[in-house]
């Protein structure tokens, strides 16, 4: 089974025992020498070393990192209670919140006033800076992230507070919040950073859509295109920064010490190196090193392509792995289990645009409905310029239904036609229902 998200300094790890002679994804190329590897890597931007990552620190007042460990410090000082966190991050948080959850809900903010200001406060911060020591490659940690995306369920929360309250424009601006802490999460040029990014927009976009169902006026609508605007994530070839780095470092770490394979690989020993050390040569582990620098630059120019296009590429490299592991090649097997990272994040980030755009053309039309007493009969009618469907590139569709509309994304498979999620079932498609579909999908 593939691990959507593992990280790729394993992947790395997993490449030092892979035999790369004569491999190469059709359409892309062959490694070349570690030097020309190394040449082409500074001409297209990639670091290979620690000190390549550094960047000039942001003014103190801009950062919001401090903050966010002020936060971390705080929840371990004065932890919210199960209780609390049932009420906030469950019960609370449903669109079809009880009465006396959204009163719990009212009653923890007040309470709680010291979390919720940091949390404001780090959101209002253009720039975020943890300042990692990229050297540690593989053991670098994230601890921030975890809180991070908690501060985005509590913001979700206190929108759905608001929003219950009548405030739905307030609710809006509070949504803003989360998506600016995404783009804090997604400053670490690192693939773990853009997912954390990608899980709080989509907790950002869900409450914006439930917004937009129980308010749908002009202005609650404007409140949540201003909202949208926040949603940003940088391009994946920014984490493909981090990615590489750690790498170089993890090649760096076994030719010190080929015995530190064994913690990469599962504690395999080989008899003629010892146990817990496998015989690396000189020259493996300078096919691996041209051949890990080759594949980073191959994704780097992948990973912003149009989807179609990045997809099929990443699949290739995948393929090739998943060939060789089943032919039995034991020095793939994690390489096999771990590559698809990639193409799975294009797909993540497809679908994080595709969301975005949907929920913008659904604001325009309620507008327009607002305007005209009925909904448009084309988004062509409200909108100059239609979003267009990263899945293929064409503008997203749109289809009335009574006297409401569905928007659209064909989706990763590209047959999804619409349909209205079913219960209990599933759902990972792109639809933006107005109005929403009761519990049996009408």
Not at 56 to 83: F, G, M, T
Not at 378 to 406: H, I, N, Q, T, W
Request: charged share 25%; proline share 8%.
């Amino acid at each position: 089974m593939r691990a959507p998200w593992a990280c790729s300094a394993m992947v790395a790890a997993s490449l030092l025992v892979m035999p790369v002679a004569g491999f190469a994804a059709p359409g892309m190329g062959r490694p070349g020498t570690i030097a020309q590897e190394q040449a082409a890597a500074r001409r297209e931007g990639l670091p290979l070393s620690p000190g390549e990552m550094a960047r000039k620190p942001p003014r103190p007042a801009d950062n919001a990192a401090p903050l966010y460990r002020k936060l971390d410090e705080l929840l371990k000082a004065k932890p919210i209670s199960p209780e609390e966190t049932d009420v906030v991050e469950s019960n609370a948080l449903k669109a079809d919140a009880a009465p006396a959850d959204i009163a719990r809900a009212v009653a923890f903010f007040a309470r709680r006033k010291d979390v919720m200001d940091l949390i404001h406060r780090a959101s209002e911060r253009p720039e975020c800076d943890f300042r990692r020591d990229w050297s540690q490659g593989p053991g670098l940690l994230f601890p921030e992230f975890g809180k991070l995306r908690r501060a985005a369920r509590l913001l979700s929360c206190e929108a759905n507070v608001q929003l219950h309250g009548g405030d739905a424009v307030g609710a809006a601006r509070t949504c803003a919040a989360m998506g600016r802490i995404g783009r804090h999460a997604s400053a670490d040029s690192f693939l773990i950073a853009h997912l954390v990014d990608y899980a709080i927009e989509a907790i950002g976009m869900a409450r914006l859509e439930a917004i937009l169902q129980r308010a749908p006026t002009p202005e609650v609508a404007a409140a949540v295109t201003s909202a949208l605007r926040e949603y940003r994530p940088r391009p994946l070839s920014d984490a493909m920064r981090g990615e590489a780095v750690i790498g170089m470092v993890s090649l760096g770490m076994v030719r010190k010490d080929p015995g530190s394979l064994s913690s990469f690989v599962g504690g395999e020993e080989d008899g003629n190196a010892g146990a817990g050390k496998p015989r690396l040569s000189p020259a493996m582990m300078d096919r691996n090193t041209e051949y890990l620098i080759w594949l980073y630059r191959a994704v780097l120019r992948t990973v912003d392509r149009p989807y179609p296009q990045a997809h099929r590429t990443l699949e290739a490299l995948g393929a090739e792995l998943d060939a060789r592991g089943k032919k039995g090649d034991p020095n793939v097997l994690l390489a096999a289990v771990l590559s698809p990272v990639y193409s799975q994040v294009v797909e993540n980030m497809a679908r994080t645009r595709a969301r975005r755009s949907a929920l913008l053309a659904a604001a325009t039309a309620l507008t327009w409905r607002a305007r005209h007493g009925s909904v448009p009969r084309g988004l062509s009618d409200c909108m100059k310029a239609v979003p267009l469907d990263p899945f293929d590139g064409k503008p997203l569709r749109y289809r009335v239904e009574g006297k409401g509309f569905v928007i659209y994304s064909i989706g990763a498979t590209g047959k999804y036609a619409g349909a209205p999620k079913e219960e209990g079932k599933p759902f990972r498609e792109v639809a933006v229902r107005w109005p929403a579909p009761d519990k049996a999908g009408r």
